[in-house]
């Protein structure tokens, strides 16, 4: 993106999430070095650092509207209710207007109103590069779904993939590395992406930078298309962990050459090291 155009996006996004002009000169400031990276120089390290503790406060976070905090919620909230209602594997595949007629339908998800997809619709379309996120768009419409007919579900997992090179690079990874290699995350349409992200925004007082190191805003996350987690038997939640780098199955991973990875170390995306994240989409 050219500079002039992240500059005039970025400053319409201020407007509309009410952040006080400083903070949001600081963030272009860093942007814009960010988006150079021959230059290493001490914005460098600072967003290196930044990235290092990804999961913490960091001065320039984008946060929730306080104006805005009681529709975040109720729309955390609903979803919850909502993937408890049609189950984890089902919501993995959701749709946005699927997922919207169901809630209307079933009383104890309860219809979303009309501020609360007014507030969903704000969070996809906004540029996730105001809050420090510089990966791509992957979906571009609220209401692009997940192509079920070609879906596959990969049992005793609950997580689905396409048929084509992505359930035929787990097969080859499962074949050369065993009964071990899990697959932790596979397909995640919309309503999925929205739900990780904004839960963990909320778990931070809705810290929307924060949520966008280490989970894609919805519309840009590649699991929307093909890409896949995996992890190691055993080791459960600690598989999104540095904990996972020291596995056999990451171990085998890299000497088999699989961790091209789509957010290597250092990567200036504004996304954390994510080791057990396996490219598939080019
Ligand atoms: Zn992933």
Request: glycine letters at 10%; aromatic letters at 12%.
């Amino acid at each position: 993106m050219k500079r002039r155009e992240f500059l005039k996006i970025a400053v319409m996004g201020a407007i509309g999430w009410g952040i006080a002009p400083e903070v949001m000169a600081q963030n272009i400031m860093m942007s814009a070095r960010v988006s150079l990276p021959g230059e290493f120089d001490d914005n460098i390290k600072d967003y290196l650092h930044k990235m290092e503790h990804f999961d913490e406060p960091q001065t320039g976070d984008v946060r929730i509207d306080v104006g805005e905090y009681r529709v975040f919620e109720s729309v955390v909230m609903r979803l919850r209710r909502l993937q408890q209602l049609v189950g984890h594997g089902n919501f993995q595949k959701l749709s946005f207007d699927r997922g919207i007629r169901i809630a209307r339908r079933y009383s104890e998800v309860g219809e979303f109103s009309r501020v609360e997809t007014g507030f969903m619709e704000k969070i996809f379309y906004t540029d996730a590069s105001l809050y420090g996120f510089f990966g791509q768009k992957t979906m571009h419409n609220l209401t692009d779904s997940v192509r079920v007919k070609d879906v596959v579900r990969i049992p005793y997992t609950g997580n689905y993939l396409y048929r084509g090179a992505p359930l035929k690079t787990f097969e080859e990874i499962r074949r050369q590395v065993g009964e071990d290699v899990r697959l932790t995350s596979g397909i995640r349409g919309i309503m999925k992406q929205f739900l990780l992200f904004l839960n963990k925004a909320y778990r931070h007082g809705g810290n929307l930078s924060l949520a966008s190191r280490s989970i894609a805003p919805p519309g840009y996350s590649f699991h929307a298309n093909g890409d896949f987690d995996v992890g190691q038997a055993g080791l459960g939640a600690d598989n999104f962990t540095g904990r996972f780098t020291t596995t056999k199955v990451y171990k085998r991973l890299n000497d088999l050459g699989y961790l091209t990875l789509r957010y290597p170390q250092k990567n200036l995306l504004g996304v954390r090291f994510e080791p057990w994240h396996i490219k598939v989409v080019a």
